[in-house]
């Protein structure tokens, strides 16, 4: 069983629609990131949490560390929002990546 | 303020050659981690370098190793390349402070193909 599972793996939906991303992680964390990467390859940070929520534009992130499970979610959802969403447990100063969950978004 | 670095974008080895892929941190920070992303796959962590050592390993196989130069940038070599160690090979800078955890930056990434 990997320490970090995502889910779904992939998802599409319409412009518009609400999303949802679940991660859920088995190690003891310092915190919990979230991140977007693009075709190209190139890795962006959406969020590092710790606790509670935190939110940027249409993103959101919350993290129960109770229930070692966090969600990411994307309100009105766009085309440019089409990525891979990949969840990464931070732990003594390494990352443990989930395996990513393929967004598409069509308009 | 240039962010993390890497080079070359691309490249195409043979099995049995040696690679040597470099990374340049973000301004001001002085930890290197690097990671191998399998397609398909999300990254795996390779090994981390501080103050020109080695600080911390994943579950990876000697034919990896690293350097960190004093001006923080850091090298990945490996040797002896077989088919498997093709995947995009990531780096990523932070600074050690006194808090437990440091966010992460990403460079674009290494694409190496090995045939």
């Known amino acids: 069983k990997n320490e970090v599972e995502q889910s779904p793996q992939n998802l599409t939906a319409q412009e518009g629609e609400f999303i949802t991303i679940n991660c859920s992680y088995s190690?003891?964390?310092?915190?919990l990131h979230w991140l977007q990467q693009h075709p190209g390859g190139g890795i962006v940070s959406l969020f590092m949490?710790?606790?509670g929520k935190k939110k940027h534009g249409r993103l959101i992130a919350t993290i129960n560390i109770q229930e070692k499970h966090s969600s990411l979610h994307i309100t009105a959802s766009h085309p440019r929002d089409s990525a891979v969403y990949i969840c990464?447990?931070?732990?003594?100063?390494?990352?443990?990546f989930g395996t990513g969950t393929r967004l598409q978004v069509f308009p | 303020d240039a962010g993390v670095t890497q080079s070359p974008t691309h490249l195409i080895k043979t099995r049995g050659q040696q690679v040597t892929l470099r990374c340049s941190p973000k301004?001001?920070?002085?930890?290197v981690s690097w990671y191998q992303q399998a397609l398909g796959q999300g990254p795996q962590f390779i090994f981390q370098?501080?103050?020109?050592?080695?600080?911390q390993r994943g579950n990876f196989p000697d034919r990896f190793s690293g350097h960190q130069f004093p001006n923080y940038s850091s090298e990945l070599n490996v040797n002896a390349l077989l088919l498997g160690d093709s995947a995009l090979y990531l780096c990523?800078?932070?600074?050690?402070?006194?808090?437990?955890?440091?966010?992460?930056?990403f460079g674009p990434g290494t694409r190496l193909t090995v045939l």
């Open positions: 990523a800078s932070s600074l050690v402070g006194r808090a437990s955890y440091n966010e992460q930056f």
């Open positions: 190690v003891g964390i310092s915190a």
């Open positions: 949490l710790s606790s």
């Open positions: 990464a447990a931070g732990n003594t100063d390494k990352l443990i």
């Open positions: 301004s001001g920070h002085d930890t």
């Open positions: 370098y501080y103050e020109e050592e080695e600080r």
